[in-house]
């Protein structure tokens, strides 16, 4: 099963949040990118805040070392133009549909995020999974 992941739950698992426990648990014992993929745009979304404050270096590290065993996929044309696509049908904003449009692009077989406001399990291309689901 190939997980694809969004930039909050990678927050939360790196933070120690509550939420963010069950995914960090997705990553024991593991000490590579099989079957977890994610947009190469995390990178930004997930890092510049923490690397801008020294107080959340130890954070930072952390997501690095999340990320590092996650497949980073490029966001080419193609999934540029699916991202597209996706925002329109599902109202989500450009960012979200950039992640669900890599989710899919990248054979991912579900999509992990805690927000469920925008990712309803409406969505048909790709299952949507939430923390307390895994």
Request: charged share 20%.
């Amino acid at each position: 099963m190939i997980t694809a992941f969004d930039a909050d739950v990678l927050i939360y698992a790196a933070s120690d949040h509550p939420l963010g426990r069950r995914v960090a648990q997705l990553f024991d014992g593991d000490s590579g990118e099989a079957g977890k993929i994610g947009s190469v745009l995390l990178l930004p979304e997930v890092l510049i805040k923490p690397l801008r404050t020294a107080a959340s270096q130890q954070e930072a590290e952390r997501l690095f070392g999340l990320l590092s065993r996650l497949r980073l996929i490029a966001f080419d044309q193609q999934t540029s133009a699916l991202a597209v696509s996706l925002a329109v049908k599902y109202g989500l904003k450009s960012l979200d549909a950039a992640h669900l449009a890599t989710a899919v692009v990248g054979g991912a077989d579900r999509f992990l995020t805690n927000n469920s406001k925008d990712f309803t399990q409406g969505i048909a291309e790709i299952d949507i999974v939430y923390p307390e689901q895994v």
